[in-house]
């Protein structure tokens, strides 16, 4: 309930935990997920009126109905989301940027739920055809919002950040200190003073990460990673401040250095971090991956060990207890220590 782990599936074999000693879980039961399928918007003249006009057609008129419709269904599928716990009651656009030559935007989406409280999180969106869109449905089917036929032939209205350009393009903001307007303010990229010597001058191919996470990482080549918050938060995010001071002021050398960031500067509230970008480190791995191979070293090592064949005796029964120094005539014995700790304070010894 606390790390919102997933679990494996209940199915009707024996459900295996591990406890380690005095420990316990709390567990949420929740319905099994359906795989996340892209929604079929339906062929009509409106739609591919709107997909002419590229990427800002989706966001007005009939298009922003229907693609905030389709967000409230969209999003509880992503592995960055949240709050899969709650049921989204409705999903409205604050703000977007459009990233120029790419018919690509960054929106910030402003959700309420059921229970009436509220997230914003941000989504960066855009419209794919021909390879480029058979290449995203193969690698990343999830990031699909939705499949439409126009008369250049089929698209996706999908996650940008699935498109190479885009992540080119994020990293671009960051690296030229750039600015994007938005509707309702600017968008602002920051490189740190430990950028360039950490950039280079090569090209750097760039990749999603894989781990399940509540953020999008973007790595580039061996160098770079990106964190995206999907989920915002006012103001500076605490991440960016501490790296920030141990790379500029304290020239801390025993962290990932802090190569920039990207805030969201609105004319209605403070200053808020979308991204930061890192030197990537190399490791050996994760935790988890770690504990992985460790379990699998151990089985190994005790596949080949003879099998026992005296397993020792039996334990007792449990034992029963005598309160000294009541009498003979009046000695009490019980099963269970919780009702000997209850009913008789004095010591008590097992017999």
């Given at each position: 309930?606390?790390?919102?782990?997933n679990?494996?599936?209940?199915?009707?074999?024996?459900?295996?935990?591990?406890?380690?000693?005095?420990?316990?879980?709390?567990?949420?039961?929740?319905?099994?997920?359906?795989?996340?399928?892209p929604?079929?918007?339906?062929?009509?003249?409106?739609?591919?009126?709107?997909?002419?006009?590229?990427?800002?057609?989706?966001?007005?008129?009939?298009?922003?109905?229907?693609?905030?419709?389709?967000?409230?269904?969209?999003?509880?599928?992503q592995?960055?989301?949240?709050?899969?716990?709650?049921?989204?009651?409705?999903?409205?656009?604050?703000?977007?940027?459009?990233?120029?030559?790419?018919?690509?935007?960054?929106?910030?989406?402003?959700?309420?739920?059921?229970?009436?409280?509220?997230?914003?999180?941000?989504?960066?969106?855009?419209?794919?055809?021909?390879?480029?869109?058979?290449?995203?449905?193969?690698?990343?089917?999830?990031?699909?919002?939705?499949?439409?036929?126009?008369?250049?032939?089929?698209?996706?209205?999908?996650?940008?950040?699935?498109?190479?350009?885009?992540?080119?393009?994020?990293?671009?903001?960051?690296?030229?200190?750039?600015?994007?307007?938005?509707?309702?303010?600017?968008?602002?990229?920051?490189?740190?003073?430990?950028?360039?010597?950490?950039?280079?001058?090569?090209?750097?191919?760039?990749?999603?990460?894989?781990a399940?996470?509540?953020?999008?990482?973007?790595?580039?080549?061996?160098?770079?990673?990106?964190?995206?918050?999907?989920?915002?938060?006012?103001?500076?995010?605490?991440?960016?401040?501490?790296?920030?001071?141990?790379?500029?002021?304290?020239?801390?050398?025993?962290?990932?250095?802090?190569?920039?960031?990207?805030?969201?500067?609105?004319?209605?509230?403070e200053?808020?971090?979308?991204?930061?970008?890192?030197?990537?480190?190399?490791?050996?791995?994760?935790g988890?991956?770690?504990?992985?191979?460790?379990?699998?070293?151990?089985?190994?090592?005790?596949?080949?060990?003879?099998?026992?064949?005296d397993?020792?005796?039996?334990?007792?029964?449990?034992?029963?207890?005598?309160?000294p120094?009541?009498?003979?005539?009046?000695?009490?014995?019980?099963?269970?220590?919780?009702?000997?700790?209850?009913?008789?304070?004095?010591?008590?010894?097992?017999?």
């Open positions: 309930m606390l790390g919102y782990v679990f494996p599936t209940i199915t009707a074999q024996p459900y295996p935990l591990t406890l380690s000693p005095y420990s316990f879980l709390w567990l949420e039961l929740q319905s099994a997920p359906a795989a996340p399928e929604v079929e918007v339906p062929v009509d003249e409106p739609i591919v009126h709107m997909l002419s006009r590229g990427i800002e057609g989706v966001l007005s008129g009939e298009g922003l109905t229907r693609l905030q419709h389709l967000l409230a269904s969209y999003l509880p599928h592995r960055w989301f949240g709050a899969k716990s709650r049921t989204i009651k409705t999903v409205e656009i604050l703000d977007s940027a459009e990233l120029p030559g790419l018919n690509a935007m960054i929106l910030f989406l402003h959700l309420t739920y059921e229970d009436n409280s509220t997230d914003i999180y941000q989504l960066a969106l855009t419209i794919s055809t021909g390879e480029v869109a058979e290449m995203v449905r193969a690698s990343d089917p999830a990031s699909i919002v939705a499949t439409v036929s126009t008369s250049d032939g089929p698209a996706i209205l999908h996650d940008a950040v699935a498109r190479e350009d885009v992540r080119q393009a994020i990293l671009h903001l960051i690296e030229t200190s750039g600015e994007l307007p938005t509707r309702n303010g600017s968008l602002q990229g920051h490189s740190s003073s430990a950028f360039a010597e950490v950039r280079g001058t090569n090209p750097l191919p760039a990749r999603t990460g894989s399940e996470q509540s953020n999008t990482s973007i790595l580039y080549d061996a160098k770079l990673i990106m964190k995206l918050f999907r989920r915002l938060q006012p103001g500076e995010n605490p991440d960016t401040d501490i790296g920030r001071f141990l790379t500029e002021t304290a020239h801390f050398p025993r962290i990932a250095p802090f190569l920039g960031d990207i805030t969201l500067h609105s004319k209605t509230g200053p808020t971090t979308i991204a930061m970008l890192q030197a990537l480190v190399e490791n050996e791995g994760d988890w991956q770690w504990t992985l191979d460790e379990l699998s070293h151990y089985y190994d090592s005790v596949a080949i060990l003879p099998a026992l064949h397993l020792g005796t039996p334990p007792p029964s449990f034992p029963t207890m005598k309160y120094p009541w009498p003979a005539s009046t000695q009490a014995s019980i099963s269970t220590q919780p009702r000997c700790l209850a009913a008789a304070p004095r010591r008590c010894t097992w017999h």
